[in-house]
């Protein structure tokens, strides 16, 4: 990857922030896995995942990078049968999340576009390491009549060296590069329900509908709430789906709403970010010629709403506020599928 850049200002010599790098990475991973029958309604499965990766990379203008990390993951998860179809799980993870090649590079990626403390320069951290977390999860699926099922889970994760941005200026410019910052917590919980009405009473039309809620909290230690979310983590959403198969025609049309919810984030004690909430929906209609020929006509994100972003950064010199409006597009698919 390479930029090539001139920047000119009145009076002054033209600047020419050239820069090039050339990255690799390479990944090395092994694992063993078992699962045992301990009876007819209970099963265990245990496995054990190591992995290595060395991202190296030699890049214009600043020194060479060589980072190396490998983590242990082991997984032990429990199945229990219950009466019928009912089912118990419960699982104990061990998981990471590695830098992205642009988080490790220290190369700087400068913002043209007005810089300051809520649109600032973006370098990389090569001394980043990699998030690593302990989960417990627990779920229970109960199956009332064919082809309906209600299920709850819940979820708690602990994540150690988790990754923020810092903020700071450098040479009158603000900057924002990765580190690792302690720890943090994330807890969710999600219902889930399938329902065909044929379930309910017989005759009913061949409608059948699906719905999930989830709700999720997290703090990081590191920054002092409230607010003290993780970045990027959705406090809720919602999904409603529902596919109608018609019995005079080959013809089944569907849909699906997909609702997420927004709010605020505190990044920092003086940085605040704030997403708005979106609604997607997507239709469907499937003609189906025969077992081997369909004719699918789709359409996506039918509401084109715009995603809003806000930033908020104040001090104790004043505050500063940027709001964001990007715009979305709808999509149109028509596919013919076959099978032989």
Do not use: C
């Not at 490790?104 to 001394?127: E, K």
């Amino acid at each position: 990857e390479f930029r090539r850049e001139r920047q000119l200002s009145p009076g002054g010599p033209p600047v020419l922030p050239d820069e090039d790098y050339a990255a690799t990475v390479r990944r090395l991973a092994l694992f063993a896995q078992d699962e045992w029958e301990v009876s007819a309604r209970w099963s265990l499965y245990l496995g054990l995942r190591w992995e290595t990766w060395r991202t190296a990379s030699a890049t214009g203008g600043t020194g060479p990078v060589d980072v190396r990390a490998q983590v242990w993951s082991p997984v032990l998860q429990s199945l229990w049968k219950l009466a019928g179809k009912d089912q118990l799980r419960l699982a104990v993870t061990r998981t990471y999340k590695a830098p992205q090649i642009f988080q490790l590079i220290p190369r700087p990626y400068l913002n043209d576009n007005g810089n300051s403390p809520v649109n600032p320069d973006n370098q990389g951290n090569p001394a980043l390491r990699p998030e690593l977390a302990w989960g417990l999860d627990a779920a229970y699926e109960y199956y009332p009549a064919e082809g309906a099922m209600l299920g709850a889970s819940a979820s708690l994760r602990r994540i150690g060296d988790v990754m923020l941005d810092r903020l700071y200026q450098d040479k009158g410019r603000w900057v924002a590069t990765p580190v690792n910052q302690g720890r943090a917590q994330v807890r969710g919980i999600e219902l889930e329900a399938k329902l065909p009405l044929s379930a309910l009473w017989a005759g009913a039309p061949a409608l059948d509908l699906r719905a999930n809620v989830a709700r999720n909290w997290s703090t990081v230690d590191a920054v002092a709430g409230p607010d003290n979310r993780l970045d990027g983590q959705l406090p809720w959403s919602a999904n409603l789906g529902a596919d109608y198969r018609l019995a005079s025609k080959p013809l089944t049309l569907g849909g699906n709403l997909h609702y997420q919810g927004g709010g605020p984030s505190r990044e920092s004690n003086q940085l605040l970010a704030w997403q708005g909430a979106r609604r997607e929906l997507d239709l469907y209609a499937l003609w189906k010629f025969s077992d081997q020929l369909r004719l699918r006509v789709s359409g996506g994100n039918l509401l084109r709403q715009l995603e809003r972003t806000r930033s908020l950064y104040a001090d104790g010199g004043g505050s500063l506020l940027r709001t964001v409006d990007a715009g979305s597009y709808r999509t149109l698919r028509v596919m013919l599928e076959g099978s032989l």
